[in-house]
């Protein structure tokens, strides 16, 4: 028992064109974001196209975020242009955005009790008036199925783990049926099936036109699922280009101040591993052959005496 | 190859045992979330229960509460009473001389009186839980109750008549609703404001007002005093058809209003960010939100002086039966507004005769004591609030 009411005197919103692959569908020119003196994004040039995932990488406080925030148009760019379909993100009104592009940020809180499918239903309202709203119910179901979100359809979304919720937001993203995808650390609370479902899920939704621009932490799943990767460094694109062109052993090391090593992966693709020291395992925390030179170094540290460690 | 089959039979026995127990324990958590009341997504018929409910009972209770007082009028003769005046003449009216006077020109007026006022508060506070996105929102927060009593208490002390009885009423009105807007503007800075700050900045323009209610309570003789303090525990008492028809269309446009809004409160639910990203101009609705509030608490307020906790109270209680979506919440907050200011006005008349309550008062007192177990209700079931 739903009361609806409709404004007589609604606006009519410019429906998208699904665009053609290779499109450019989103511009950044020479983007630069400043909050008080801190200048956050400085001379950001990126086009992401049509029909491909794109992986926004770099250490913390790169300015990933504030990079899909500035493109999203909640912060304020300072200097450049950010360009949607052809014409200035500015031009186009909320509704008309949110027909073009979905978000999805890292935590999605939610204030009341609503029900999972409620959320996800949530996602078609830039179409609510639209030819488009016909096909809601179809839509909500897909992407529910797609993301495993189905068998929670009922339940409340505040009572779901973090993995859940983020399935659930995912999913809610996915049935507003935007042609870019706008993913902020998507997979951060996901179990590793998950994880790759959510990647393989992108990887589709480029396949069938698409742009995917997606924050990524863990390298050797940006290089796996990722036509394209940026580099983001202090607010700067450090490199943009294929995995294999960005993520190699020097760049990455550099960027990150960490040796990093990168390794062509047998099946295709790159091993991307930190170096990392062979340690002595201390099993349930026995030290055998405990080099002396650092039982006397912890013993310093601890302030005990040398015969207090065995 | 025989080492193959065998490692793969257990290995799809093994998947399918999984399954099944995946399935099994899908059904269960649906079950028991059905169970608990916590299925976030309510079956149609509980929501149309509740509403036959809160409409039938608004109707029986118009009825007991016009039918009972010093002036005992039968419910049949209450019936036929209204019946007659839309020239139906079915049941006879008030049999005792000067009935059919109390009921529309002391009773009525008060009940529908009543009815619109609860009604628009139980509305408003939906609306300030929806925009704040807190459970914990009420009118009062940003500062309506309180300004409407400086105005109200201001032209008491002064003794201002110019707009004859009316004054006090407009005053409350129209300073109720500078409060409210002066809230929102000091909020805001460069085209935003955030929830945090005008929350605070309601506490600050809340702690102004109190301090001047307090120096005009204080300065004013006995009398005036008097009028002050009793204003502000509200009542329904002399309520007149004239009144009603200030009041009323105000707060009609402020309740249909409102349901535009209803799909957008929902998104908004999400987060301001992710609201955004749906397409709703967050600005534009929390202005919209707060005007719609300060109207309906204003002129809710004006004649009836404070009730406090209908607005806290009923969406609350609603949002636990009928689920949180604001289509069916709003509507349903204005029904149970209604419902409950009936009630408590009846209480109100005849719990001590000859004697009336302030309806202010007793909202409190019983609201009091169920927001309490509310809380511990919803703290015990989901772990705190949502």
């Known amino acids: 028992m739903s009361i609806a009411i409709q404004l007589p005197w609604n606006t009519v919103h410019r429906t998208p064109t699904m665009p053609n692959p290779g499109d450019r569908v989103l511009e950044l020119v020479d983007v630069g974001v400043s909050i008080g003196e801190r200048r956050i994004l400085d001379g950001v040039n990126l086009d992401v196209r049509a029909g491909e995932v794109l992986s926004l990488v770099g250490p913390n406080g790169a300015g990933k975020s504030t990079l899909l925030n500035a493109i999203t148009g909640d912060v304020p760019l300072s200097d450049g242009e950010i360009t949607l379909f052809g014409l200035p993100a500015l031009s186009w009104d909320a509704t008309e955005l949110a027909m073009r592009r979905s978000v999805l940020l890292q935590s999605v809180d939610v204030t009341f009790p609503f029900s999972v499918d409620d959320i996800v239903r949530m996602g078609r309202s830039p179409w609510e008036g639209t030819a488009e709203e016909m096909d809601d119910d179809m839509i909500v179901e897909s992407a529910m199925t797609m993301t495993e979100v189905m068998p929670l359809a009922d339940r409340v979304y505040t009572s779901l783990s973090g993995g859940e919720r983020g399935r659930a937001a995912f999913s809610r993203v996915l049935a507003q049926a935007a042609p870019i995808l706008l993913l902020d650390e998507p997979t951060a609370a996901m179990d590793i099936k998950h994880q790759e479902m959510l990647m393989r899920i992108g990887r589709e939704y480029a396949a069938a036109g698409c742009a995917v621009v997606v924050i990524v932490h863990a390298l050797d799943a940006a290089a796996a699922w990722s036509d394209r990767v940026a580099l983001l460094e202090h607010g700067r694109l450090r490199a943009v280009g294929t995995p294999e062109e960005v993520f190699t052993s020097t760049m990455l090391s550099d960027v990150y101040q960490c040796p990093i090593e990168v390794l062509p992966h047998p099946g295709g693709g790159l091993i991307i591993l930190p170096k990392r020291p062979a340690i002595t395992r201390h099993v349930y925390g026995e030290h055998h052959g405990f080099p002396d030179a650092a039982r006397a170094n912890l013993a310093r540290l601890s302030g005990l005496s040398g015969q207090g460690v065995s | 190859m025989r080492n193959g089959n065998t490692a793969s039979a257990p290995r799809s026995e093994i998947r399918a045992a ?257 609201a955004r990203h749906l397409g709703v101009n967050v600005e534009r609705l929390r202005f919209l939100s707060m005007l719609a509030v300060a109207l309906l608490v204003s002129s809710a307020v004006a004649f009836a002086g404070i009730i406090s906790f209908v607005g806290l109270v009923v969406p609350h209680l609603l949002r636990m039966i009928i689920g949180p979506g604001h289509r069916t919440l709003l509507p349903a907050s204005a029904l149970g507004g209604a419902l409950l200011l009936t009630i408590a006005d009846f209480a109100a008349r005849t719990t001590i005769q000859f004697a009336d309550l302030p309806i202010g008062m007793l909202t409190s007192l019983v609201g009091g004591p169920f927001f309490f177990w509310l809380l511990r209700r919803s703290r015990s079931k989901s772990g705190g609030w949502a």
């Open chain 2, 18 to 274: 999984a399954e099944r127990v995946d399935q099994a324990r899908n059904r269960h958590i649906a079950a028991n979330a059905t169970d608990l009341g916590i299925a976030g997504k309510p079956h149609m018929g509980k929501t149309a229960l509740t509403f036959a409910v809160l409409v039938v009972g608004l109707l029986v209770m118009t009825i007991v509460s016009a039918s009972l007082g010093q002036l005992i009028i039968p419910f049949d003769q209450v019936i036929g009473s209204i019946l007659n005046k839309i020239g139906i003449h079915w049941l006879a009216g008030p049999s005792r001389a000067f009935g059919n006077e109390a009921l529309w020109n002391v009773r009525f007026p008060r009940i529908v009186m009543a009815i619109v006022v609860g009604a628009a508060l139980g509305v408003a506070g939906a609306v300030m839980q929806g925009v704040f996105g807190n459970p914990l929102a009420e009118p009062g927060t940003v500062g309506v109750s309180s300004g409407a009593a400086v105005g109200a208490s201001a032209s008491i002390l002064m003794g201002w008549t110019f707009l004859g009885s009316f004054t006090t009423p407009f005053l409350a009105f129209a300073c109720g609703l500078i409060t409210t807007m002066s809230v929102y503007l000091l909020a805001r800075r460069g085209g935003r404001t955030e929830i945090v700050t005008l929350i605070l900045t309601g506490v600050a323009v809340n702690a102004i007002a109190g301090a001047l209610i307090s120096f005009f309570t204080f300065a004013a003789p006995t009398n005036a005093r008097d009028q002050i303090v009793f204003w502000q525990m509200g009542s329904f008492n002399g309520s007149r058809w004239q009144q009603v028809a200030l009041v009323a269309p105000m707060c009609v446009i402020g309740i249909i209003g409102v349901q535009f809004m209803a799909h957008q409160l929902d998104l908004l639910s999400l987060g301001e960010k992710p």
